[in-house]
T-cell receptor, first 117, second 116 residues
Framework: KAGVTQTPRYLIKTRGQQVTLSCSPI?????VSWYQQTPGQGLQFLFE???????NKGNFPGRFSGRQFSNSRSEMNVSTLELGDSALYLC????????????????FGAGSRLTVL | DQQVKQNSPSLSVQEGRISILNCDYT??????FLWYKKYPAEGPTFLIS?????DKNEDGRFTVFLNKSAKHLSLHIVPSQPGDSAVYFC???????????????FGKGTKLSVIP
């Protein structure tokens, strides 16, 4: 079955601009999570969506936002970009996102690499 | 405050020998631990997990050990193969807070190089 698909894979923006990243989860997966990966901080949790509702949010400023559509596809948006937002943004999906078991571990996409100049 | 720590940024091992990757955590609420492997230009791939009620879990060449009293877990790869060369992330999760969701807290990763 198809994996988690993220678009675009690479993009370059300048400070002050905004960016929208897209994620299509595995078919049947209703939970979508977003993580930011940077060399200094590793992978950090941004937020998690289930049935179009944000259920959990990490410690990121309000410039980072997201949403989920009825087909479980998700987008995240970063407004007023800063140099420090340069990172790999990873999307992950799971069936329900509740409870951890072999059936509910996160499956990650390849990521969207954002460079802010 | 880093709740999951992988203190070795890199590790080199000869092919056929054992690779041991270590991870320490500080949050006593963590009850589930996972290892992910990441190749360049790809997303992390789930490798193996362990619940806090166990102290060992095996899957083929991969074994994860959990020492709750020391708040330490390790991943053993035996025998190591060149294809195992990747960055390995340790991750942990606490029980559902009631919001119906969980999040993973990751370490910063250890780059494993298996030398032929």
């Amino acid at each position: 079955k198809a994996g988690v698909t993220q678009t675009p894979r690479y993009l370059i923006k300048t400070r002050g601009q905004q960016v929208t990243l897209s994620c299509s989860p595995i078919s049947g997966h209703r939970s979508v999570s977003w993580y930011q990966q940077t060399p200094g901080q590793g992978l950090q949790f941004l937020f998690e969506y289930f049935s179009e509702t944000q259920r959990n949010k990490g410690n990121f400023p309000g410039r980072f936002s997201g949403r989920q559509f009825s087909n479980s596809r998700s987008e995240m948006n970063v407004s007023t970009l800063e140099l420090g937002d340069s990172a790999l943004y990873l999307c992950a999906s799971s069936r329900t996102g509740t409870g951890l078991s072999g059936a509910n571990v996160l499956t990650f996409g390849a990521g969207s690499r954002l460079t802010v100049l | 405050d880093q709740q999951v720590k992988q203190n070795s940024p890199s590790l080199s091992v000869q092919e056929g020998r054992i690779s041991i990757l270590n991870c320490d955590y500080t949050n006593s609420m963590f009850d589930y631990f996972l290892w992910y492997k990441k190749y360049p230009a790809e997303g992390p791939t789930f490798l193996i997990s362990i619940s806090s009620i166990k102290d060992k879990n095996e899957d083929g060449r991969f074994t994860v050990f959990l020492n709750k009293s020391a708040k330490h877990l390790s991943l053993h790869i035996v025998p190591s193969q060149p294809g195992d060369s990747a960055v390995y992330f340790c991750a942990a999760s606490a029980p559902d807070s009631g919001a119906g969701s969980y999040q993973l807290t990751f370490g910063k990763g250890t780059k494993l190089s298996v030398i032929p």
